[in-house]
């Protein structure tokens, strides 16, 4: 079982519509948790980045993390196409290398 | 926001050649770098860390004679992808963390990564 599961899509939305992206894990041990958006042939760049279980908001992002389930989430609020890419959740518990979600393709038309 | 900027953003070779890829930090120091590999619609796979002055430690798997790091300062690392094939085909991403940031923060900062074609 790898240590990171991303369901990779594609997630197709109409603009307006809130998404919901998920990624769930088996290592205990992390603590840290990010989400990246990826353009095509592009960096990932990082969006959102957690800490401890709970929610936390910047914009139209909200992270959600729920260590018991061993659950992550990411939420978007009034998508917008520009939002269209794949988006990555990483962890980790030592602080350096991530251990990343395949990625979930997200596509908002318009 | 930290910048880490990643040359050339794509290169395309001949079979047998070897290339190499720069990552450097701009505007903050990294003691430790990271090398992934991305193949078409899979995700990051961490290939290596290189730590500034040391030599880097590889994943199971990567072969330290085929993919040279050297991570000479604090703002520059290199990979150099030795007798390149069409397999190693791939985008290339290095990362670096700020050591303003603390400690086990595990935040990282990406290049743009570099698309590498060997023909």
């Known amino acids: 079982q790898k240590e990171v599961e991303q369901d990779p899509g594609p997630l197709s939305v109409p603009e307006g519509a809130i998404v919901s992206l998920n990624c769930t894990y088996s290592?205990?041990?992390?603590?840290?948790f990010m989400w990246y958006r990826q353009y095509s042939r592009k960096g990932p760049e990082l969006l959102m980045y957690?800490?401890?279980?709970g929610n936390k908001e910047d914009g139209r992002f909200t992270a959600q993390v729920d260590k018991s389930s061993k659950y992550i989430s990411l939420f978007i609020r009034d998508s917008q196409p520009s939002d269209s890419a794949t988006y990555l959740c990483?962890?980790?518990?030592?602080?350096?290398?991530?251990?990343f979600g395949k990625g979930t393709s997200l596509l908002v038309t318009p | 926001g930290a910048v880490v900027s990643q040359h050339p953003s794509r290169v395309i070779c001949k079979s047998g050649t070897s290339v190499k890829i720069e990552c450097r930090s701009l505007?903050?120091?990294?003691?430790?770098m990271f090398w992934y590999r991305q193949f078409p619609k899979q995700s990051l796979m961490l290939m290596a860390t290189?730590?500034?002055?040391?030599?880097?430690?590889?994943e199971q798997g990567v072969e330290k004679d085929k993919f040279l790091i050297n991570h000479a300062s604090l703002t520059l690392s290199t990979l150099t992808v030795t007798s390149a094939h069409p397999e190693d085909s791939s985008f290339y991403i290095c990362?670096?963390?700020?050591?303003?940031?603390?400690?086990?923060?595990?935040?990282?900062?990406f290049g743009e990564g570099s698309r590498l074609t060997v023909l």
């Open positions: 990362s670096a963390r700020d050591l303003a940031g603390g400690t086990n923060t595990g935040e990282l900062f």
């Open positions: 990483a962890m980790t518990h030592s602080g350096y290398a991530l251990n």
């Open positions: 290189s730590n500034e002055g040391s030599k880097a430690t590889y």
């Open positions: 957690t800490y401890s279980s």
């Open positions: 290592n205990s041990a992390f603590q840290y």
């Open positions: 505007d903050f120091q990294a003691t430790t």
